[in-house]
Every structure is written in structure tokens, then in C-alpha cells.
């Protein structure tokens, strides 16, 4: 089951710059997007959504961009700060994949270097 | 902030034997779901849970797994006769509504993580 992707396991930013974390995904029926950030021994926490009606939403440092055509997706942090270190993982659902069913990628480890 | 809460954190069991998980949803949400993730695989969605019934199932989710809501809080996934491969971290989350109707995110615990000796 590869329908969710997160091509880079890591990545590193300075403190204060931007960070990118790209997800891809194969199932064309999916509509709504999302991604959450985990820490060691705790459980995924929802950081942000977008449904497939809209190309980009924001919510402070974190806006997520979503480009249906390329099947592809990207969460920004700006700026980066050093409490963004975590897991982040993109998930998928839609109305005929199975509406309760969240289809997570393999996760990205972001590290903010201060 | 309202928040999704498992117990136990660790649960160390025998192969064969049964074991339940528990959680509290947030109370005001009306789906429920038990994921899992194999140490360096994937969270697995295994089975979502609305109006005291199955709404989804995955193929993980076998005759082995059932899933109740014994009262008005807790969620309960119960392995009955346990296996080496059901070692994994089994993650609780709920929702208002549900994610692929109305767009509403899924709020996870914290996870146990179950054993299988």
C-alpha cells in the first residue's frame, strides 16, 4: 500500500528559516488532506487540513498547499523554530476510499537546528 | 484542550492470551477509530466506530479484533487470542464527524503499546 508517499525520512533547517515537507499520493479519489506532527511516545497531533476544493490554507506559521494535478501536497513552517522538531506525517481520506479511513505516508523527521 | 486518553500505556502479554485496550474519546465526538503501527511501518487504520456500530474495517482487522463501547466514554479494542505480529503501538482517535463526509480532522491518544511475548 504505497498511496500516501513521503519520499524524504529527514530534514534539517536553520532556526528561523522555512521548512518543506512534500507528500505524494496515487488515489485521485482523495479529498481531503491532512497532516500531524508526533513527538517520541505520544500520538499524532492534527496540525492542519485542506479539503480538494481549495488549493492552499493557513494557519499561522503553517500554511499547506495542494496541487491536485501532480497529485502532490506540502506542509510550510515559517518561520522554523527549534519545538518543530518532530515527526510530521501527511494523511489522505476521501468520500470513496473509505470516508473513515485515514491513509498516512511513512513520516518525515524535521529537525530545527537553533 | 480536550484530549483522547488511553490505558494502559505498555500492556506485555503472552502469545494466545486475550488482551483489551482502552480509551476515552473526547466527549463530544461521535466516530471512533483504532489504528496501529508496526515499529518502522506505517499507522494502519484498523477499524472506525459510530452509533454503537462498525461503520469501517480494514483486512487487518480480523475475526481475532472486536471493538465495543461498554458505556457512555469508554472505547474498547479487544485481541482475543493474541499473536507475535499483533506487537505493535495501537493508536485511539476520534472525531466530531466524520473525515471523509465533513472534513473533520481525527484526534489520536497517546497509544499503547502492546507486546506480544
Known amino acids: 500500500d504505497q498511496q500516501v508517499k513521503q519520499n524524504s525520512p529527514s530534514l534539517s533547517v536553520q532556526e528561523g528559516r522555512i521548512s518543506i515537507l512534500n507528500c505524494d499520493y496515487t488515489n485521485s479519489m482523495f479529498d481531503y488532506f491532512l497532516w500531524y506532527k508526533k513527538y517520541p511516545a505520544e500520538g499524532p497531533t492534527f496540525l492542519i487540513s485542506?479539503?480538494?476544493?481549495?488549493d492552499k490554507n493557513e494557519d499561522g506559521r503553517f500554511t499547506v498547499f495542494l496541487n491536485k494535478s501532480a497529485k502532490h501536497l506540502s506542509l510550510h513552517i515559517v518561520p522554523s523554530q527549534p519545538g518543530d522538531s518532530a515527526v510530521y506525517f501527511c494523511a489522505a481520506s476521501g468520500y470513496y476510499t473509505g470516508a473513515n479511513n485515514l491513509f498516512f505516508g511513512t513520516g518525515t523527521r524535521l529537525t530545527v537546528i537553533p | 484542550e480536550p484530549e483522547v486518553t488511553q490505558t494502559p500505556s505498555h500492556q506485555v502479554t503472552q502469545m494466545g492470551q486475550e488482551v483489551i485496550l482502552r480509551c476515552v474519546p473526547i466527549?463530544?465526538?461521535?466516530?471512533f477509530y483504532w489504528y496501529r503501527q508496526i515499529l518502522g511501518q506505517k499507522v494502519e487504520f484498523l477499524v472506525s466506530f459510530y452509533n454503537n456500530e462498525i461503520s469501517e474495517k480494514s483486512e487487518i482487522f480480523d475475526d481475532q479484533f472486536s471493538v465495543e463501547r461498554p458505556d457512555g466514554s469508554n472505547f474498547t479494542l479487544k485481541i482475543r487470542s493474541t499473536k507475535l505480529e499483533d506487537s505493535a503501538m495501537y493508536f485511539c482517535?476520534?472525531?466530531?464527524?466524520?473525515?471523509?463526509?465533513?472534513?473533520?480532522?481525527?484526534?489520536f491518544g497517546d497509544g499503547t503499546r502492546l507486546s506480544i511475548l
Open positions: 466527549s463530544n465526538h461521535l466516530y
Open positions: 485542506i479539503s480538494s476544493i481549495k
Open positions: 482517535a476520534s472525531s466530531r464527524d466524520s473525515a471523509g463526509y465533513s472534513n473533520q480532522p481525527q484526534h
